[in-house]
């Protein structure tokens, strides 16, 4: 099983002190937070193509690295990287053949229910569950979209730029979507 092998590789990990090589500070190193995706190709492909070490920067991923409304816990966390932890800077970091672009969500809402949730479930949402799920039609209209819900928090600082950016997940080419700076 997972948990298994995950806990005895950690307990010969911790004992070995393979942790060592990643001992660093709470502060990021680059002074910024990236808002990106949670897509598994850039695990690793992400920081190597930015050429980041480990803590230089704040990572906070979602589903597509999609910003909706202030109040979502992905807003809250850059705030907190921003307030609490140094940030100095914002990207945002989409990619492109990404699994939100074009998300048939009801074929989503069917899996749900074949995996045992019930329309009882579905329709308790405060929202509409289908409205919730949406994914996004262009890549780079969702990092503007999602820098638009940044920029305009009354809680980030006036002098924050905050970038957009989006990633092929193979390559780790970046097109720029937005300047900061600018």
């Known amino acids: 099983m997972l948990l298994e092998n995950i806990l005895q590789f950690n307990h010969k ?9 990643y001992e660093t500070d709470v502060v990021p190193n680059k002074r910024a937070v990236i808002f990106t995706c949670m897509d598994t190709r850039l695990v690793e492909l992400l920081p190597k193509a930015l050429n980041l070490q480990n803590g230089d ?11 909706t ?6 807003m809250k966390s850059i705030l907190v990287a921003i307030h609490a932890l140094q940030a100095e800077e914002v990207f945002v970091i989409a990619h492109h053949n990404c699994g939100m672009n074009h998300l048939d969500t009801d074929h989503l809402i069917e899996q749900m ?28 209209e969702s990092v503007k979209q999602s820098i638009s819900v940044i920029e305009n928090h009354p809680l980030l600082p006036g002098d924050i730029p905050v970038h957009g950016l989006v990633i092929d997940p193979y390559t780790g080419k970046l097109d720029l979507v937005t300047n900061g700076y600018n």
């Open 13 to 21: 990990f911790v004992e070995n002190e393979d942790y060592k090589p």
């Open 69 to 74: 409304n202030q109040y979502d816990s992905a």
């Open 113 to 140: 229910k074949i995996q045992g949730i019930t329309e009882e479930q579905i329709n308790a949402f405060d929202s509409n569950a289908k409205d919730w799920l949406k994914g996004f039609e262009s890549v780079e």
């Open 57 to 67: 920067v704040k990572m906070v991923k979602n589903a597509g690295a999609i910003l």
